[in-house]
């Protein structure tokens, strides 16, 4: 027995000799990769290129896990390498990205999982407050919610990104998974449960089957909601686990929505136009003639020259009674030919056509 044991401890130091070399080699290549990235850094700035290139990192992240041998993950491998791109990022220049906050909000996640940890966040009172931020210069993008696969279209965004110069230069999709974060130590203990209108509806089985009898306060943000249920004893929120961090208040009960595949969609807003990954997609907004078969007409030149169209959402247009705008998602890049020609076409039939950006497709969740 004592042979096998001290045998187990000859191979766990061989293993633990391996790893420490196997990091400085890590350490050392992370150290060349950076200052690379500062040298490009260098010459962007005498160009006056943006430093920001999402079509860049869309195409480094979807090799590196392309090209993964495993065992690790895909997306984890995604994930260490989207802070290191973070991080050298920064050192060519750090990043300020405004947000619809306060902080601990789904929005903080998102820019969390598109821009990494090595940027300066700015919460943002109202979705108005993002994009004046961007547009004013005082942060240099912007993090909207746009849609959610269960409660639709956000409205706000939409109506701004008419009048904006602002471009969508990327998107998220963040699943969203609803934690109740309490202090107590079970679901007993919990005397009142904080949280937004539309966390309370996605989490009304849950609630009925564990809480039934507990109040429900609704308040203005899940990240509030996180920062009163942490200063109470019976407190409890329901909200994400960004959430839990930047509040210091831990998980009672994980994923309790009901709709397990619920993901919330967001855009990044910028200055720049993106030029093509390889995976793309284009959103446009148009309005159309007020007559009889006017939509169809101005569909008619995507499905003709074969683009795929992914969303179709309409709006009130604001400047006349009945009058609708319509906001398309199509897959494909501005540039594509196929798109290309949709598009000139297009321009050439809708009485208003605006582009609102071609950008890299985002990972599913």
């Known amino acids: 027995m004592t042979g096998t044991v001290a045998g187990d401890d000859d191979e766990l130091a061989r293993h633990r000799d391996a790893i420490d070399a196997l990091d400085r080699e890590i350490l ?14 260098r010459l962007k700035e005498g160009s006056g290129a943006p430093s920001y290139r999402p079509e860049r990192e869309a195409q480094v992240l979807a090799r590196i896990e392309r090209e993964n041998p495993g065992p690790l993950p895909g ?9 290191i791109m973070s991080a050298c990022l920064a050192l060519e220049r750090r990043l300020s990205i405004a947000y619809l906050g306060p902080p601990g909000t789904f929005t903080h996640a998102a820019v969390a999982r598109h821009f990494g940890a090595f940027v300066d966040v700015v919460p ?3 979705i108005d407050e993002v994009f004046r931020a961007a547009e004013s210069g005082r942060c240099d993008y912007a993090v909207v919610p746009v849609e959610n696969s269960t409660e639709g279209a956000v409205g706000r965004t939409l109506d701004l990104m008419v009048v904006t110069d602002l471009s969508v230069v990327g998107e998220v999709k963040l699943r969203v998974q609803q934690n109740l974060l309490s202090r107590a130590g079970s679901l007993a203990d919990v005397r009142q449960v904080y949280s937004h209108a539309q966390s309370f509806a996605q989490c009304v089985q849950w609630l009925a089957r564990h809480l039934p009898t507990v109040p429900r306060i609704v308040v203005a943000s899940n990240a509030e909601a996180a920062r009163l249920a942490a200063a109470e004893a019976g407190g409890a929120a329901i909200a994400g686990e960004i959430a839990s961090t930047t509040y210091g208040i831990p998980v009672l009960a994980a994923h309790i929505e009901d709709e397990p595949n619920n993901t919330t969609r967001f855009w990044v807003l910028g200055r720049q136009q993106v030029a093509a990954s390889g995976r793309d997609e284009t959103s446009l907004v148009m309005s159309t003639p007020n007559r009889p078969g006017a939509v169809h007409a101005l569909l008619e030149p995507l499905a003709r020259h074969g683009v795929s169209m992914t969303r179709f959402e309409s709006r009130p247009a604001r ?11 199509v897959t494909g890049h501005r540039d594509d030919p196929p798109v290309a020609a949709a598009l000139a076409e297009l321009s050439q039939r809708a009485p208003f056509l605006k582009l609102l950006g071609s950008y890299p497709a985002a990972r599913e969740p």
């Open 28 to 41: 050392a290549r992370l150290s060349e990769r950076a200052r690379h990235a500062q040298a490009i850094g």
């Open 75 to 83: 997306e984890a491998v995604v994930v260490v390498f989207r802070q």
């Open 124 to 126: 943002q009172g109202t």
């Open 319 to 329: 400047t006349g009674l009945w009058e609708y705008l319509f906001y398309i998602d």
